[in-house]
Nanobody
């Protein structure tokens, strides 16, 4: 089992930045961020192979969001820049035991979520 705890959400004006953090209870191979806006399906945002540092992103956030890791702390971060209203959503940290590039499926561990609200 892996427990995930997110933090760092909040409210920001369009064009601003936020950094989300996710602490895992133990090391796990792949960690990612998903989001779900009101009335929409959950979508993958970014993921990282914690052993090698490989990353992948949704097209909608490429160039604006950066996922990174601190393996000593079993923590991943999501730096979000140039935020816009379409980024408003509940953001969830997720994890799984294998890494497959550009695969948003099979994430079996989930955090409780942290809300990000961007006002225009």
């Amino acid at each position: 089992q892996v427990q995930l705890v997110e933090s760092g959400g909040g409210s920001v004006q369009a064009g601003g930045s936020l950094r989300l953090s996710c602490v895992a209870s133990r090391y796990i191979t792949c960690m990612g961020w998903f989001r779900q806006a009101s009335g929409k399906e959950r979508e993958g945002v970014a993921a990282i192979y914690t052993r090698g540092g490989n990353t992948y992103y949704a097209d909608s956030v490429k160039g604006r969001f950066t996922i990174s890791q601190d393996n000593a702390k079993n923590t991943v971060y999501l730096q979000m820049n140039s935020l816009n209203a379409e980024d408003t959503a509940m953001y969830y940290c997720a994890a799984r035991g294998s890494y497959v590039a550009y695969d948003w499926g099979s994430f079996g561990y989930w955090g409780q979520g942290t809300q990000v609200t961007v006002s225009s």
